[in-house]
């Protein structure tokens, strides 16, 4: 009997999730255009004009995010006068994985490569948050040709002590991750996405109406929820093997992280540290700022984008005289 009302709450929870995807999918449609590489289907927002003098803008979000939490306000503003890409990382969003196992900085750096090339981009300046400091970082070791420099907003790049919640962990396991996935999580996590958010934030405020329009709720779809915990589950050994090699990253870096005041990222474990070890990197620390840098001072992350590539710009008129 027991084993009879299991079996129809989950029944019944798996249809309501699948109810739920439906919603969500049609409420966040995709905003861009979809790249095939090998092992994913990247989704890929390309917006403002094409400046041949100066390099695309390469924008990357973090983790239980999508490309619209780089878009607004940050992406929307440079676009005016720069050429924005903003690619949701495989299995986020709109973009897919074939495997969930693909969740490493590497695999993703590759990916995010391929489709770079596809759209015929060259030299870029990449804008990473969060999770995506660890991509960024892989990426400037093993695509040093594609990477021009790095803006990084609370950047993960070392291990760290701790874990990245049991819930995570769970997921992220054979079998039973899945089964919650398509069944609890939806409806559970809308409950919880609000609070969740405001965590984030803190102690700055999130926007008016952030979840509807960062898109968040399509972090609830099984399939993302799932490549979600991979990537952070599997993150720590990645950065873990790849922090060693940090001091041969040649592209110019600017870190931006706030100093006790961000509970997400450790400032001290993470951007110090890489702002000691990188050769051409320069650190910004400011007090009482959470880990949402885009939106807690936007004006500052794009005056920092614009200075970067203005000093490059000088560095190509100096190199013809």
Do not use: C
């Amino acid at each position: 009997m027991v084993v009879t009302i299991v079996v129809a709450a989950l029944a019944i929870l798996a249809l309501v999730t699948q109810a739920g995807v439906w919603l969500v999918q049609r409420a966040h449609p995709a905003q861009g255009r979809m790249i095939e590489v090998a092992g994913a289907s990247l989704h890929v927002v390309d917006i403002g004009p094409r400046d041949p003098a100066g390099p695309p803008i390469v924008m990357l979000h973090g983790a239980s995010a999508n490309l619209e939490v780089m878009r607004q306000p940050v992406g929307e503003r440079l676009a005016k006068n720069h050429r924005v890409i903003l690619i949701d990382r495989p299995g986020h969003g709109w973009s897919t994985r074939a495997n969930l196992e693909d969740s490493t900085p590497a695999v993703q750096g590759r990916m995010i490569d391929e489709a770079l090339a596809k759209l015929g981009v060259g030299r870029a300046i990449f804008v990473v948050h969060s999770w995506a400091g660890a991509l960024g970082a892989r990426m400037a070791l093993d695509y040093p040709e594609r990477v021009a420099g790095m803006v990084m907003l609370a950047p993960v790049a070392y291990p760290w002590t701790g874990g990245v919640g049991r819930y995570n962990k769970i997921v992220a396991m054979p079998v039973i991750g899945p089964l919650l996935a398509y069944t609890i999580t939806l409806p559970l996590g809308t409950f919880l996405l609000g609070p969740g958010v405001r965590g984030a934030f803190l102690p700055q405020t999130a926007p008016d109406g952030y979840v509807e329009n960062s898109a968040t709720s399509l972090l609830l779809r099984p399939r993302e929820f799932l490549a979600n915990a991979r990537d952070l589950v599997t993150l720590k050994a990645e950065v873990a093997e790849q922090a060693p090699r940090y001091a041969a990253i040649k592209a110019p870096i600017t870190i931006i992280a706030g100093d006790v005041s961000d509970k997400t990222v450790s400032t001290h474990i993470h951007s110090r540290p890489l702002a000691a070890t990188a050769p051409n990197a320069k650190l910004i620390v400011l007090p009482g700022l959470g880990h949402m840098v885009q939106n807690a001072v936007p004006d500052l992350v794009i005056s920092e984008i614009e200075a970067m590539i203005g000093g490059m710009a000088q560095n190509t008129a100096a190199a013809a005289n």
